[in-house]
């Protein structure tokens, strides 16, 4: 099997910020600190209605987010819950395990992180 990756060192709100993304075939990986360690573990799922296999309507899809381990921040799951929801619509990958852990929980941080694992898509 072969992973794609794609692996981000940037400077955000004057944090050392690692991004790290895998495409596990089913699954989507990403990787986010501040720290250079994993502090909360969250699994995000889509369900989409389908018909025939098929997607029909990805804007009626219901999105899963649950705390696996660790504590449960707000910032966290808005940011799984962003992600799940455009990794789906863009794709058929209909599940992300997001390993994060970061010192500035803002807005700008969170929204930077998103743009960041968007604009480099791994699936």
């Not at 969250?42 to 649950?66: C, L």
């Not at 930077?112 to 604009?119: H, P, R, V």
């Amino acid at each position: 099997m072969v992973v794609n990756m794609f692996q981000s060192l940037d400077n955000v709100e004057g944090l050392p910020t690692l991004t790290v993304c895998s495409n596990f075939g089913n699954q989507i990986m990403i990787f986010a600190t501040q720290y250079g360690r994993v502090g909360t573990i969250i699994g995000a799922e889509a369900n989409g209605h389908s018909q025939g296999g098929y997607r029909v309507d990805s804007t009626r899809s219901i999105y899963t987010v649950k705390v696996l381990f660790g504590m449960e921040e707000p910032a966290y799951i808005v940011l799984a819950r962003q992600l799940i929801e455009e990794i789906f619509r863009s794709s058929n990958k209909s599940s992300i395990l997001l390993a994060i852990s970061l010192k500035n929980k803002s807005a700008h941080c969170i929204r930077y992180l998103k743009d960041t694992i968007m604009a480099n898509r791994t699936w």
